[in-house]
């Protein structure tokens, strides 16, 4: 992947630290696939709906939901990860608000991810449980550079957070991380922090603390 879209990714990265308390808060990220079209009142709009539904509320106490909901074809598949140092709280919130929106930013479209800061939520028509999907990427890099290598590998702190949603086995969890990460060091090498994130797995690091412990 190339780094031209690093300024409009600086933006984005920096609206997301704003607003990344309050809901509200605008996506990082969405994109809609064209594995099909569903219309409304259709048997696949009352699965998608009830799939957010169990999501929202599966989620937030394990920050994972997988589901699927109906029968072929009709058949809708979902899950919901929220970032593991998210209260169960915010977590809901953030699902309940993924579904509202995926559903305004893809219209009638039978998948669909969604990435906010706190959550991200995937459907699809398509079974992809335990897959990784690395159709796309998403580099977002915080704007202040870090000041020399020594700043990277001497004393100074990096806080970093890995995940993969959980229905992946732990070796292709490791497969799915390696492939974000090696893209790093091309894009954002002399960057204090960054993220990518991807719909299977994420990685961030940063030079202060963001986790919430
Ligand atoms: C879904 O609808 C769009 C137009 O809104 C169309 O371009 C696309 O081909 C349709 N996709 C499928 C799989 O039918
Ligand atoms: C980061 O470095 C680039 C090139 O060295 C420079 O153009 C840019 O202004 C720097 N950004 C900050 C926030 O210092």
Not at 156 to 162: A, S
Request: glycine share 8%; aromatic share 10%.
């Amino acid at each position: 992947m190339s780094c031209s879209r690093i300024t409009s990714s600086v933006y984005l990265l920096t609206l997301a630290s704003l607003l990344q308390t309050a809901f509200g808060a605008e996506p990082l990220f969405r994109t809609c696939s064209n594995t099909g079209n569903f219309s409304a009142g259709s048997p696949y709009e009352a699965n998608l709906k009830q799939l957010t539904e169990y999501l929202s509320n599966q989620a937030p106490p394990s920050w994972f939901g997988l589901r699927s909901i109906g029968q072929n074809p009709n058949q809708a598949y979902g899950l919901a990860l929220c970032r593991g140092d998210v209260r169960s709280a915010d977590c809901k919130t953030c699902v309940v608000e993924a579904g509202n929106e995926i559903r305004k930013r893809c219209p009638y479209k039978k998948g669909a991810i969604i990435w906010y800061d706190y959550c991200l939520l995937k459907h699809s028509n398509m079974e992809f449980f335990g897959k990784i999907d690395n159709q796309i990427a998403i580099y977002l890099w915080n704007p202040n550079n870090a000041s020399g290598e020594m700043e990277v590998y001497g004393a100074v702190k990096i806080y970093g957070l890995t995940q993969c949603t959980q229905d992946l086995s732990s070796s292709d969890c490791k497969k799915c991380l390696d492939g974000i990460i090696e893209q790093l060091p091309r894009c954002g090498d002399k960057k204090e922090g960054g993220r990518v994130i991807g719909p299977s797995c994420n990685f961030r690091f940063e030079r202060y603390r963001f986790v919430n412990t």
